[in-house]
Nanobody, 124 residues
């Protein structure tokens, strides 16, 4: 079983940047594809970014392409989400997730483990 703990959320002005981190427990982090999702109040959880376990494949949601970057460090059991040029509509709780798939996965249903989430609030 994998436990995921996110950090790095907070309050930032529009146009600013934040860097989210997710640390995974256990020795098998490199066996999982990783993803970030977000959920705004009153909305469904949506895909943000994903990275394959081999680092080769990375996918992004349309609303964050060109602004967000996902990366991972298997030696540190960590996946990060660098968020630049933040917009008001990026405000949400951001969740880290792990999938047993080899490939970068965009479907929520394919993720097996989830973190508790970290709040990101973008102000005007």
């Amino acid at each position: 079983q994998v436990q995921l703990v996110e950090s790095g959320g907070g309050l930032v002005q529009a146009g600013g940047s934040l860097r989210l981190s997710c640390v995974a427990s256990g020795p098998t982090f490199s066996s999982y594809a990783m993803g970030w999702f977000r959920q705004a109040p009153g909305k469904e959880r949506e895909f943000v970014a994903a990275i394959s376990r081999s680092f080769v494949d990375r996918y992004y949601g349309d609303s964050v392409k060109g602004r967000f970057t996902i990366s991972r460090d298997n030696a540190k059991n960590t996946v990060t989400l660098q968020m630049n040029s933040l917009k008001l509509e990026d405000t949400a709780v951001y969740y880290c997730a792990a999938s047993g798939s080899s490939w970068a996965i965009t479907s929520i249903a394919r993720y097996d483990y989830w973190g508790q989430g970290t709040q990101v609030t973008v102000s005007s």
